[in-house]
């Protein structure tokens, strides 16, 4: 970051104090996500925009060590207290918020105080992934999926506050003031909400959006969250993204679809591949697939994440993939028929809302380029639940139960020298203390202690 960049990002920054001083806005908050997906905070008055967005706003080190539960996992050299970072805003995604008032939000970066990005920053990294991506011709488009509940009263114990069945009219009429002003803040957001739905948990909802360049995608699911929080607390709800709210039932995920693109034309449609899969996209698909055990030490990151992957959820438990299939970790989408030229895209169901979206969306650039690069070739897709197949059947055709805790998870995590090495070490070891240090807290917790303590923290 030197003098001409700060320069510039002061000047791009005034400008939009007066737009944003006339649409109300009075304080900016500007956030990044922790390894423990938690979006951590700091504010500061519109006037100061300028100043924030060229010299940042101070912030420790340590939160890259941050539980969920804000218990520092240190690394027992005892040099969490010491350092300092700066997050710098990102002022070309400043929105001002419906949903909170006199509010602005800006997506921010994690820089030295020299100057230099910070390594264990992961929407830099996702951009310098991207970045990769983009030096070989290529690019990918993205989403996440939010899927939430609403409980009602300011207690700790979850009681549904939206009745009614699963996909169910009934419920989007139990509170459609509620249903609406969520539609509504998250347009006015500038969030370009494609569906919304009553989902099938008790209390469960559902909203989708368009797909986005990576760090804009991982921006707007951090925006949509905050801002369904921000209605959900108007209506004197709380509001949990948490895979596993209750024990009994389905729970909540986090599904990521994606597409692979080149020179405007989707790489996901149109070839010669199963389905109209280019070999480029299917290498990339591959490169996903081969690495998902290990990725969900990212996407799937805390022990109650592995309450909700289990079969029969249609939260994709088995590493294979399937056209349409709900039961597949990776589940192709071809789009109907006509639309498949823009609309084919993956969607990895088995990741979930604690997660980190940029680092969710760095660890499947980093795979799927891997598996361009090892010229990797999907397995036959699956057509039925696996979990309809007998273990003989399973093993012949190469379908592997994906990992059944996060200890497993974190195994093939740390085997990973290469996914290691992409996100850095310092990350790849910030992860991993966070992670042992979550195992080793919940580790005699009965299920329901576990969702219990989980359930409000993210
Ligand atoms: N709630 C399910 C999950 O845990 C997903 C349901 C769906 O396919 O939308 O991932
Ligand atoms: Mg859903």
């Known amino acids: 970051m030197d003098a001409a960049e700060r320069f510039s990002r002061s000047q791009a ?21 922790d390894n423990s997906g938690i979006t951590r905070v700091k504010a500061f008055p519109l006037s100061k925009l300028p100043q924030v967005a060229s010299w940042g706003v101070g912030v420790s080190t340590s939160f890259d060590r941050f539980r969920a539960d804000d218990f520092i996992a240190g690394s027992g050299h005892g040099e969490e207290p010491v350092g300092d970072l700066r997050i710098m805003p990102d002022v070309r995604r400043v929105v001002p918020l419906g949903s909170l008032p006199g509010w602005a939000w800006t997506p921010g970066d994690r820089y030295r105080q020299s100057g230099n990005p910070h390594v264990q920053c992961s929407r830099l990294l996702l951009r310098r ?37 699963g996909y169910g009219m009934a419920r989007l009429i139990d509170q459609a003031d509620y249903c609406r002003d969520v539609v509504q803040a998250l347009r006015e957001a500038g969030v370009d909400v494609d569906q919304f739905h009553p989902e099938y948990a008790a209390g469960q909802l559902e909203v989708s959006v368009g797909a986005e360049s990576p760090v ?21 709800f709380r509001t949990s ?25 989707n790489l996901m449609s149109g070839g010669s591949g199963p389905f109209g899969l280019t070999p480029e996209a299917g290498a990339f698909c591959a490169g996903i697939l081969s690495r998902l055990p ?18 029969s959820h249609w939260a994709g438990v088995y590493a294979c993939w399937g056209v349409e299939n709900r039961e597949a970790a990776m589940r192709m989408v071809t789009g109907s028929m006509g639309s498949q030229l823009w609309a084919a895209n993956v969607e990895i169901k088995c990741f979930d809302l604690l997660a980190n979206p940029y680092l969710v969306l760095a660890g499947l650039v980093f795979a799927g380029v891997a598996g361009l690069d090892d010229e990797l070739t999907l ?14 059947t399973l093993v012949s055709r190469g379908i592997r139960r994906l990992p059944t805790s996060l200890g497993e998870a974190l195994a093939a995590f740390k085997a990973d020298d290469a996914l290691r090495e992409a996100l850095s070490p310092e990350l790849a070891a910030s992860i991993v203390a966070i992670r042992e240090s979550d195992i080793e807290q919940y580790a005699d917790s009965s299920d329901e202690e576990l969702a219990a303590a989980t359930r409000w923290l993210h």
């Open 216 to 236: 804009d995608a991982a921006d707007t699911s951090v925006l949509a969250r905050s801002t369904i929080r921000a209605i959900g607390h108007q209506h004197g």
């Open 379 to 392: 397995p036959d897709p699956v057509d039925v639940d696996p979990a309809a197949l007998d273990a003989e």
């Open 13 to 33: 920054a005034g400008e939009l104090v007066d737009q944003l001083a006339e649409r109300g806005v009075a304080g900016v908050v500007t956030t990044f996500v």
């Open 241 to 265: 993204f948490s895979p596993k709210v209750a024990v009994p039932g389905v729970g909540n995920g986090g599904h990521v679809h994606l597409s692979l693109w080149r020179e405007g034309a």
């Open 294 to 311: 290990a990725l969900l030490a990212i996407g799937a990151p805390s022990p109650v994440s592995y309450l909700r992957l289990v079969p």
């Open 129 to 165: 992934l991207v970045d990769m991506l983009a030096e070989r011709g290529l690019s990918m488009r993205a989403t996440f999926e939010i899927e939430w509940v609403i409980s009602q009263g300011p207690g700790d114990d979850f009681v549904p506050a939206v009745q009614g069945p």
